[in-house]
């Protein structure tokens, strides 16, 4: 009872004091950042990252970012979204996708590695499949920069997957649309972000206060409710140094907010809703009136904004929410996708979210 009562009272100003000691991204930082990662990686530098070819029918490509898999308590975010997970990795395992892991895969500010290991032995086995199938990269982030900073790291990832494996920064999908070639640059995206890069305050605030206070209080900050809101201002950061690129895309995590072709799920509603109003489609405007009524958010007006952004930025999201489900993100013959799986009636389900055609993602860059 004691519980419940201080859920109601303390979760709202709990997550204002988290979000507030979780991020903020400095723009000038952030465009330095990924400028080097970049770079760095087209010059093959293995210490940043490594460049994937993307040959349509022939390979796949599966991202999932921000799992925070921890210690199986009551601060473990993770732990109510292991069905879907498993169920997603045993999918894209008989598929043959190569499975990037997009940073933040083990909260390792809150646990050891030891404590996730042990609360997550099926997903680690899974995880080592893709490994000795050569489809595995795995990318850090700011809560397990532990991958990239422990000497010992390269050890610990040898014991837990059976086979060496290196940690990058970031990784870089090359594939060509018709006789252009098409990058994509991958990373987790805490980049820039003066509270998450490596902060020694953040660090300590999450594993000193926000996680025990957590484990007690059972709260888990990464609603559903958060894919409707309108962009935060580390993913525009991250837009506004996308669209300065030409033919190139860029796919981060670190927010757990998805975000496809610019635009997260509320403002691809919007936009939307916008058209069927230009066209006159009743029904249309009807159905997505409803569907954004449905995500309890006041109904705002596109005024053909939304049609301006470039599709150059997507963010997987995360496997943490709330509810159970997951997001991520494929890339599969000549088209990406933003998808979601969770379980109905025990059955894991797969649900497409956004799908766009590589080919209509081929813009010029812009100055913003």
């Known amino acids: 009872m004691m519980r419940k009562l201080l859920q109601k009272i303390l979760t709202g100003p709990i997550i204002q004091i988290a979000n507030r000691y979780s991020s903020r991204p400095d723009r000038d930082t952030v465009f330095s950042s990924l400028d080097l990662l970049y770079r760095s990686i087209r010059s093959e530098k293995p210490a940043k990252g490594m460049v994937l070819p993307h040959i349509p029918g022939h390979t796949k490509f599966i991202v ?30 008989e598929q043959q996708y190569h499975y990037i892991g997009l940073g933040d895969c083990e909260e390792l500010w809150e646990n050891t590695l030891t404590q996730v290991k042990a609360a997550y032995p099926a997903c680690f086995e899974l995880e080592k499949r893709f490994a000795a199938k050569g489809g595995f990269t795995k990318i850090f982030g700011n809560h397990d920069l532990f991958w990239d900073q422990d000497p010992f790291a390269s050890l610990q990832l040898k014991n837990l997957y059976e086979q060496e494996i290196k940690i990058y920064e970031g990784a870089v999908i090359e594939t060509v649309i018709g006789e252009q070639n098409l990058r994509i640059l991958l990373t987790h995206g805490h980049q820039g972000d003066r509270q998450s890069d490596g902060n020694w305050f953040s660090k300590f605030f999450v594993a000193r206060v926000w996680g025990p206070l957590q484990a007690y209080l059972r709260i888990n900050p990464n609603t559903p409710a958060y894919n409707s809101q309108l962009k935060t201002w580390h993913n525009t950061l991250m837009y506004e140094w996308s669209a300065r690129q030409r033919n190139l895309l860029l796919v981060t995590g670190h927010t757990h907010q998805p975000v496809f072709r610019s635009l997260t799920l ?16 009743e029904d249309k405007i009807r159905s997505l009136g409803e569907e954004i009524r449905k995500r309890k958010v006041e109904l705002p007006v596109a005024g053909n904004l939304y049609d301006k952004i470039l599709p150059t930025y997507f963010n997987s999201g995360c496997c943490c929410y709330s509810d159970g489900d997951i997001t991520g993100i494929e890339i599969e013959e000549t088209f990406i996708r933003l998808v979601k799986w969770e379980l109905t009636d025990g059955r894991p389900v797969r649900t497409i979210l956004e799908e766009q055609q590589l080919a209509q993602l081929m813009t010029p860059a812009i100055s913003v």
């Not at 509320?266 to 489609?281: F, I, M, P, S, Y």
Request: net charge negative; proline share 2%; charged share 20%.
């Open 64 to 93: 999932f970012s921000d799992h925070h898999k921890g210690g199986g308590n009551g601060a473990d975010d993770f732990m109510v979204c292991e069905p879907a997970y498993t169920a997603a990795l045993a999918y894209y395992l």
């Open 266 to 281: 509320l403002e691809n509603l919007v936009r939307q809703l916008d058209t069927a109003r230009a066209l006159g489609d």
